[in-house]
């Protein structure tokens, strides 16, 4: 190792398949551009590759602050699977004992919940309706935003007339879900990429694609803002289950069939929490090479 290199652990880990690296600022000193540090290492040739990148740091908010990076670098307000994750490394690092504490996010404080050996379940809070703080063009007033048109190129539309239709809710990030007749079929990185940046979205929009099964299931492809289509995805999944039921297609109690697994979402009432409950697992843990500016 030259003279101007260290080493920095870090852990990988996943909840239904979505991965993340996590850096712990509490043990180490982290590099100071920790956006371009998450570029370097969730590539997924170059690096050591990974949905997200998220930080363990100290807060004076909450018992923990957790911040998130995306792999291009842009820092982002919330992840459900993350959270779950999350909160297995403190336990499994030895920061806390505790089966339910507050996180810092810049969403706001969110509240895991250990729910039995590799599952948490995670106060999600409630879900943001209004259009102008989801944030999004579409709708008006105090919303919803439930089955309005959007403009697409014809080509993306699935009855070439250049529309889709889509509802949109914010769980602390702003998420687009599209009923389709079979997600499988659906091309999502095309699709996925046009939305996230459409005008009508000024903060970008991570996508949900769904096909409901019954009113106590669905299916659901993601695709994540600066991350591409994932396995799975906990906000959305949260927004998938909101705008379902505002929509009439599910009950207050669904899981979200994702590539990577499965989450349950609740939704007792429209002025209740959204609670999630998932898996979270660690994959494995090493050490990487990195230069010596720091800052914790």
């Known amino acids: 190792m030259s003279s101007n290199q260290r080493s920095l652990r870090f852990t990988k880990m996943h909840g239904a398949g979505n991965d993340f690296v996590v850096l712990d600022a509490l043990r180490d000193d982290l590099p ?8 370097q290492i969730a590539h997924r040739r170059f690096g050591i590759g990974c949905d997200q990148v998220l ?16 792999p291009d670098g842009g820092q982002v307000e919330m992840c459900g699977n993350g959270i779950r994750a999350f909160f297995k490394y403190l336990r499994d690092a030895g920061h806390t004992a505790a089966d339910e504490l507050d996180v810092e996010t810049l969403s706001g404080v969110v509240r895991p919940r250990w729910a039995g050996e590799g599952r948490v ?21 105090e919303g919803p935003v439930l089955d309005v048109e959007l403009d697409l190129p014809a080509t ?17 990030n702003p998420h687009a879900i599209i009923e389709v007749p079979d997600v499988d079929e ?3 990185a095309q699709c996925g990429a046009h939305i996230e940046h459409h005008p009508a979205f000024p903060n970008r929009v991570n996508v949900e694609f769904i096909t409901p ?21 906990g906000t959305g999944a949260c ?24 989450l349950e979402i609740e939704w007792a009432d429209n002025d209740a929490h ?15 090479s990195v230069g010596e500016t720091t800052d914790r």
């Open 156 to 172: 993306l539309s699935p009855d070439g007339d250049g529309f889709i239709r889509l509802s949109s809710v914010s769980m602390g």
């Open 55 to 70: 930080v363990v740091r100290s807060s004076n908010l909450a018992d923990f602050r957790m911040e998130i990076f995306n």
């Open 213 to 233: 099964v019954s009113r106590t299931r669905i299916r659901q492809r993601t695709w994540e803002r600066g991350a591409g289509e994932t396995l799975a995805c």
């Open 239 to 262: 927004a998938v289950a909101v705008s379902s039921i505002l929509r009439g297609v599910a009950d207050r109690s669904v899981v979200i069939e994702l590539r990577g697994g499965e």
């Open 121 to 141: 379940t995670v106060d999600m809070g409630r879900p943001i309706l209004v259009p102008a703080k989801i944030p999004t063009t579409l709708g008006q007033g």
């Open 186 to 188: 659906v091309d999502v």
């Open 32 to 39: 100071e551009d920790l956006s371009a540090f998450a570029r």
């Open 274 to 288: 959204v609670f999630m409950t998932g898996p979270a697992a660690e994959v494995f843990s090493g050490e990487i």
